[in-house]
Nanobody
């Protein structure tokens, strides 16, 4: 069982930055693929970024490529999402997810554990 707790959301102006963090419980964190998803009102949950268990490989949605960076610290059991050049359309609840695979996962139904989410609001 893995428990995930996100932090770092908030309100920011367009063009600003936020850093989301996700703390995971468990002793085999490096064996899990980690991902960030987001969900805006009335919209399906969408993939934002994923990182392999080792941290060597990352993958981004086209909408955030070049602006967001996912990273992980397996010694600290954390995964982060650095979000730069934020846009109003980035406004959503952001969720951290863990999947029992070492490679990158990009579909929500491939993940086994989810955090409670953290709100990110970007004002224009």
């Amino acid at each position: 069982q893995v428990q995930l707790v996100e932090s770092g959301g908030g309100l920011v102006q367009a063009g600003g930055s936020l850093r989301l963090s996700c703390a995971a419980s468990g002793r085999t964190f490096s064996g899990y693929s980690m991902g960030w998803f987001r969900q805006a009102p009335g919209v399906e949950r969408e993939f934002v970024a994923g990182i392999s268990g080792s941290g060597d490989n990352t993958y981004y949605a086209d909408s955030v490529k070049g602006r967001f960076t996912i990273s992980r610290d397996n010694a600290q059991n954390t995964v982060n999402l650095q979000m730069n050049s934020l846009k109003p359309e980035d406004t959503a609840i952001y969720y951290c997810a863990a999947g029992r695979r070492s490679w990158i996962l990009i579909k929500a139904n491939q993940y086994d554990y989810w955090g409670q989410g953290t709100q990110v609001t970007v004002s224009s």
